[in-house]
């Protein structure tokens, strides 16, 4: 679908005879529009930015990906014009779009026509936008915990050695970025589910502001989901920890145990804990957490080096309550 103004028609004439003469002389040099709208995309990606524009430029977009062996730019920012072609990709057919379906997050891909400013990003006329189902965006940048969140700006932290990133300031660009990771598959979250604790994959846009920690646009957040009740009963492996808890300080609870000696353990908000009874197990609340209960505690893959240790639970088991004083 084109994008056209319909009330400004003896215009579009006026364009599209101008049109006609710049594509003639693209032909003459031999840059065929046509045919790169028939090829590959020049940039697939996120969108990050958009803004309306003014004139015959309808709007501009910013695209962050990866270069692929299909594509030619990693980031691109374009103007959509009233000949700008807009579709939407459903079940593998085009159907029509316009400038108003586009949104911050949202996976796109997009042909370039007419010259190209060799910036970066490089800066050029979208011929064809495409918007996507979904998108691969290969191996994450980071996989590590959220540290703090700040609106829509998150600090995350990965400590696991030889990690790409062991830290970066992440804008969340929107909503359609951010998901739970449920078995091999995805599910729709939002930024208000980012939580201080939380263990999450993250994939990072290709601008970088070099800064210390780096300052990044996320692509994609993946939050591992946390077990539903239903998998109350079973877990794929042995709990971390089996141990005594020392004391409980809001969110966070101290244990000692022979393998990590002393760790403080921080309890995520949207963490499930279970109570087993009489061989039974039973959905809790984090505030049913207290000193001298016996627990199993599973801790996600990161582990602070710190005196006492820092990890984050992702599945609590009270076994046993505090003795009665």
């Not at 995309?41 to 996120?46: F, L, S, W």
């Not at 189902?133 to 700006?153: A, I, K, Q």
């Not at 492996?237 to 393998?259: C, F, K, L, R």
Request: glycine share 8%; net charge negative; aromatic share 8%.
């Amino acid at each position: 679908m084109r994008f056209m103004r319909l009330n400004r028609l003896q215009t579009f004439f006026a364009v599209s005879a101008a049109l006609l003469s710049v594509l003639a002389f693209a032909a003459a040099c031999g840059d065929d529009s046509e045919a790169e709208v028939e090829g590959d995309p020049h940039v697939r990606g996120i969108i990050t930015e958009l803004n309306e524009g003014q004139g015959d430029i309808i709007g501009t977009i910013r695209i962050e990906g990866r270069i692929t062996s299909e594509t030619e730019f990693d980031a691109a920012s374009l103007r959509i014009e009233e000949d700008t072609d807009a579709f939407r990709s459903v079940a593998s057919e085009l159907q029509d779009a316009s400038f108003l379906d586009l949104a911050f997050g949202q996976a796109v891909e997009a042909w370039v026509t007419g010259p190209v400013a060799e910036s970066y990003p490089i800066q050029a006329k979208a011929a064809r936008v495409v918007i996507l189902e979904n998108l691969d965006l290969g191996e994450p940048d980071l996989t590590g915990e959220v540290v703090s969140v700040d609106g829509s700006r998150i600090y995350l932290r990965d400590d696991n050695p030889g990690a790409q990133y062991d830290e970066a300031y992440a804008t969340v660009v929107g909503d359609s970025v951010v998901f739970f990771r449920e078995g091999d598959g995805l599910t729709p979250a939002s930024i208000a589910d980012l939580a201080e604790g939380e263990a999450v994959e993250a994939w990072f846009g290709p601008m970088i502001q070099p800064s210390e920690p780096p300052m990044v646009t996320a692509l994609r957040i993946v939050i591992f989901a946390v077990p539903d009740e239903d998998d109350a009963g079973s877990s794929p492996e042995a709990p971390s920890i089996t141990g005594t808890i020392i004391s409980v300080n809001d969110d966070v609870i101290y244990m000692e145990d022979p393998q990590y000696t002393r760790i403080n353990i921080t309890i995520p908000a949207n963490i499930v804990v279970f109570r087993e009874e009489g061989g039974e197990v039973a959905s809790a609340l984090s505030g049913d957490l207290r000193a001298g209960q016996l627990v199993d505690v599973w801790l996600g893959d990161i582990i602070q080096t710190s005196d006492p240790l820092g990890a984050w639970a992702t599945r609590i088991v009270i076994l046993e309550d505090a003795p009665a004083t």
